[in-house]
């Protein structure tokens, strides 16, 4: 009687070699029964095993009666869990420790106040520096420090903007006035600026800047 063996059986092979060969060429039954070097084979027990993952059937129109619309739901659904990350997050990754800010809004909001005030007394000290040299024109050094600051001085950045288009017309020959009425417009000029500055509470706010402590010098 031919055993269910023998029916599997399909050929001999001296070597391992000479079977890789052949299966390389040949489809073969898994469970086939084979010969290599004197010894049994089953072919597909060469498969390198690992974890079997289960995975439920995708849903069928059948399952729901031939209700299309709670299939359309149910597939919709299966398909969405399919495509979420597998696994579970370690703890403490829900928040990276990069999301932390390095400075404390405060402290940070202080900064940038007092690196503002800063570059402000560079353009007061640098304008005085200007107002000094009696006999050089002004005006238009003067403006171009304060160009992209005019609108932020309001109503006094206004007004310091229409004494310098003056004072510079003047400077160009283009606008007459006495030599007294330019040193009081110079004058005027600088009381405008000194003014201002005072009611940013410039000197001050420099003080503070010293005070501020972050996280990199505690």
Avoid: C, W
């Amino acid at each position: 009687m031919i055993s269910l063996k023998d029916i599997l059986t399909e050929i001999e092979f001296k070597t391992p070699e000479e079977f890789k060969k052949y299966k390389a060429k040949h489809k073969m039954r898994p469970g086939t029964v084979v010969k290599v070097a004197g010894k049994d084979k089953v072919v597909g027990d060469d498969k390198p095993k690992g974890k079997k993952t289960k995975s439920k059937p995708m849903p069928q129109p059948s399952d729901f009666g031939g209700d299309m619309d709670k299939y359309t739901t149910a597939l919709n659904k299966r398909m969405k869990d399919d495509e979420k990350p597998k696994g579970k997050k370690p703890k403490g990754d829900e928040k990276s420790s990069s999301d932390k800010p390095d400075i404390d809004p405060k402290i940070d909001k202080q900064m940038s106040s007092a690196a503002d005030k800063a570059n402000m007394k560079m353009d007061r000290d640098e304008i005085n520096g200007i107002l000094k040299k009696k006999d050089e024109p002004f005006a238009d050094e003067v403006e171009e420090i304060l160009y992209d600051k005019f609108k932020k001085m309001g109503s006094t950045g206004k007004k310091l903007k229409q004494k310098l288009d003056t004072i510079a017309s003047y400077e160009m020959g283009i606008y007459d006035m006495s030599e007294k009425e330019y040193n009081q417009e110079r004058k005027e000029v600088k009381k405008e600026l000194d003014n201002y500055y005072k009611e940013q509470g410039l000197d001050e706010s420099l003080k503070e800047l010293s005070k501020i402590s972050t996280r990199y010098n505690r």
